[in-house]
């Protein structure tokens, strides 16, 4: 059974971070391309970043140089570590597959699988 499990979100003062982790189980996330993405109640879902099998990362303009996203084969998990928070950024964290590269969007595929993910709150 495919399961992604998000954990590590919870309340941060701004300025400060968080490291999330996405648990994947059914498939080794070497195989697929992951996605980060983050909603806040009453708007759109947004693409902040996506990894590939070949390591390749991109991410979304709000994310760049403040958020690193890294994956490890061997705990089969996807990281996101959120520094230098800003209240803006309070959300919940999604992690999905498969995205694309370029958009940062979750792409049709037979590997479609979303967690049920986890709460960012910052506050100011």
């Known amino acids: 059974e495919v399961q992604l499990v998000e954990s590590g979100g919870g309340l941060v003062q701004a300025g400060g971070s968080l490291r999330l982790s996405c648990a994947v189980s059914?498939?080794?996330?070497?195989?697929?391309?992951i996605g980060w993405f983050r909603q806040v109640p009453g708007k759109e879902r947004e693409g902040v970043s996506c990894?590939?099998?070949?390591?390749?990362?991109y991410y979304a303009n709000f994310a760049k140089d403040r958020f690193t996203t890294s994956s490890s084969d061997s705990m089969n998990t996807v990281y996101l570590q959120l520094d230098k928070l800003k209240p803006e950024d309070t959300a919940v964290y999604y992690c999905?597959?498969?995205?694309?590269?370029?958009?940062?969007?979750?792409?049709?595929?037979?590997?479609?699988?979303w967690g049920k993910g986890a709460q960012v709150t910052v506050s100011s």
């Open positions: 990894i590939n099998s070949d390591g390749n990362i």
């Open positions: 059914g498939f080794r996330v070497a195989d697929y391309a």
């Open positions: 999905a597959t498969e995205c694309q590269l370029s958009t940062i969007r979750v792409i049709e595929s037979k590997m479609n699988y």
